[in-house]
């Protein structure tokens, strides 16, 4: 206890989100005799993505802040939907992300049989009743905000008969949809949720852990609460949408807790990002319709594709840190989260050479066969991260994009006459371009400065431009993956005239084969490696990346290029 004053004190000078600040003043007040226990709730029916990433560290890390502990419950309460391939994502993403829920891993199946012996006792209150009707017959006469609902023609029917269906229920004698159990409290309640809301449910799909046990499935009204209780829950922490259903959770929840000990539901607004869809329903769509790769595809919004993809847990966090969290709901920009991986990876990314469209050049003046090495600093940013070597002969490759026959006024790259400096090595003047039978460019044939090398008298020569490159002779061919946003209009989710899936971004993946590294690239392109492609951006390689076929996503360019295109729009 004493401990826990203490981290309560020493937390209490920075500053604190509005839930945090709930929380502290529920442990200062000695709720619960003073215990935080908090839990992450995922239903296993798809990956994880970049809003539960913020859900999870809200509840792995305010557990952290405060010394308490996190739970993690899959809330498994409908079969026809999850299955364990989901559990063990999830299980990884929450670990990638640098939470751990040490044994605590718990399942609301593991409550079914106290959830039924609830349901039982609520029955033989009086306070449940088996309904006959279709659930549209239920819909309809629910009412509206504004106008009461209608009572159930089998709203007054005995406890006896209720105890009777509900058993055979759960025995399977009935079809899906053909009866469900409903409370029994106010069909004219100003708030719909407490509208004689359904408890349970016959769903005839075996469960993945429970099999064949089960018959009737609780709703999340009816097992959220009470999972939490079961499990010394004290703080329920949530997204907005749940607060016209907090009245529920307490009523519910009610019925078992007592002064001692009760959890608490505090919502906060959930994270919705530009130019994606979080609505597991859609992204399930994509995957099985093969508009993307699969759910870890680098341009799906989830943990595991932005994983793939190059991004990194400390930028996904920093960019959840910097949101923050709020009680209005909010459209977040993506490029805030690029900024994030950016930030992170200039930190942390190895620095090669690496050319994706390349054009050759034809260094005529330097010796045939010779071959030098240049040192290049493996990252400006990290002294510590050391140099390597890099080969230079006379025949390179540079960008296509670095040269212009016929360049405007501002083109400082290399053009007919024009001099550049190849980093790290000389400055070349461009003699002359080589042109097919087409009239395409297919080389240029260049002359070096041999005074201009570091560390001669001519280094220090200025020339505008600086180019990357690649020793011909050296260089080992890549695949690069091109992926940007995976939609291309901002709010996918608000337009309501066309389908979500007309608005996938055409260009979001482009690839190109061909592409030529420099060795060192090639060495060092192991899963999980962070390169910075020279004055390209950032990439890492594909699981599918292989010795003999390199494979690279690009996590990121260097700049963010959306926002120069809607500046000048
Ligand atoms: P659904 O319930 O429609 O299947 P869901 O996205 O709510 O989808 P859950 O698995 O129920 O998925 O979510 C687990 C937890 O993550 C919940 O506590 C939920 O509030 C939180 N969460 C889900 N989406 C977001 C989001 N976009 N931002 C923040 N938290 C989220
Ligand atoms: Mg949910």
């Known amino acids: 206890m004493a401990e826990d004053k203490e981290v309560i004190e020493s937390t209490e000078a920075k500053g604190l989100n509005f839930v945090e600040e709930e929380v502290l003043a529920d442990l200062k007040a000695g709720k619960n005799g003073g215990r935080l226990s908090t839990r992450f709730p995922p239903e296993p029916n798809g990956y994880l993505h970049i809003g539960h990433a913020k859900a999870i560290c809200m509840d792995f890390g305010i557990a952290e802040k405060f010394g308490g502990t996190c739970n993690l419950r899959f809330d498994d309460t409908n079969p026809v939907k999850e299955d364990v391939e989901y559990v063990d994502s999830i299980r990884e ?44 017959e239920i819909a309809a006469q629910k009412g509206s905000p504004t106008t009461p609902g209608i009572n159930s023609p089998y709203r007054d029917r005995s406890v006896e008969e209720n105890l009777d269906l509900f058993m055979r229920m759960n025995a399977g004698e009935f079809d899906e949809g053909a009866r469900v159990l409903r409370a ?56 907005l949408e749940f607060v016209v259903h907090r009245p529920l959770y307490e009523h519910f929840v009610k019925e078992l807790a007592d002064d001692s000990y009760c959890p608490r539901q505090i ?29 870890d595809d680098p341009r799906m919004p989830t943990i595991s594709g932005m994983r793939r993809r190059g991004y990194t847990p400390q930028a996904i966090r920093k960019f959840i840190d910097t949101i923050g969290y709020t009680k209005y709901e909010a459209l977040n920009s993506v490029s805030l989260l690029e900024h994030a991986v950016r930030e992170d990876l200039n930190r942390n990314a190895t620095r090669v050479m690496a050319v994706i469209n390349p054009l050759k050049v034809v260094i005529t003046n330097y010796p ?20 390597h070597e890099m080969p230079f002969s006379r025949e390179i490759y540079i960008e296509q994009d670095d040269f212009m026959e016929n360049p405007p006024k501002k083109f400082f790259r ?99 084969e061909g592409a030529k590294l420099e060795p060192f690239a090639a060495q060092m392109a192991v899963q999980g490696q962070k390169f910075q492609f020279q004055r390209i951006g950032y990439f890492t390689p594909d699981y599918d990346s292989s010795a003999e076929h390199l494979i690279f996503n690009r996590t990121i360019a260097l700049k963010d290029t959306w926002e120069k295109v809607q500046k000048n729009a």
């Open 267 to 295: 919502e906060f607004n959930r994270l919705n990002l530009t130019y994606t869809v979080m609505s597991k329903r859609k992204l399930l769509q994509l995957v099985k319709e093969g508009l993307v790769a699969g759910w």
């Open 93 to 136: 993403d929450i670990h990638w992300l640098g939470f751990d829920w040490g044994d605590r891993e718990y399942y609301a199946s593991d409550y079914f049989p106290q959830l039924f012996d609830l349901a039982i006792r609520l029955i033989k209150e009086g306070k449940a009743y088996v309904d006959d009707q279709t659930s549209e």
């Open 184 to 239: 029994k409290i106010d069909m004219s309640s100003p708030n719909m949720h407490f509208r004689d809301p359904i408890m349970y449910r016959i769903i005839k799909t075996p469960h993945h852990r429970t099999g064949t046990t089960w018959k009737v499935y609780p709703m999340y009204d009816f097992a959220h609460g009470q999972s939490d209780y079961f499990e010394g829950v004290t703080h329920s922490i949530c997204t």
């Open 368 to 387: 045939e066969g010779k071959v030098e090495t240049v040192t290049m600093e493996n990252n400006p940013e990290e002294p510590e991260s050391g140099t």
């Open 414 to 512: 290399l053009a007919p006459g024009a001099e550049v400096r190849l980093k790290g090595a000389y400055i070349i003047k461009c003699e002359d371009v080589i042109k097919d039978e087409a009239g395409n460019i297919i080389e240029l044939h260049c002359t070096y400065d041999p005074d201009t090398l570091s560390g001669m008298p001519g280094a220090a020569r200025k020339v505008k431009g600086t180019l990357h490159w690649v020793s011909a002779a050296h260089a080992v061919d890549a695949e690069v993956r091109l992926y940007d946003r995976l939609f291309d209009v901002e709010n996918p989710a608000a337009e309501t005239e066309r389908d979500f899936r007309e608005m996938l971004n055409p260009e979001s993946l482009k690839v190109v």
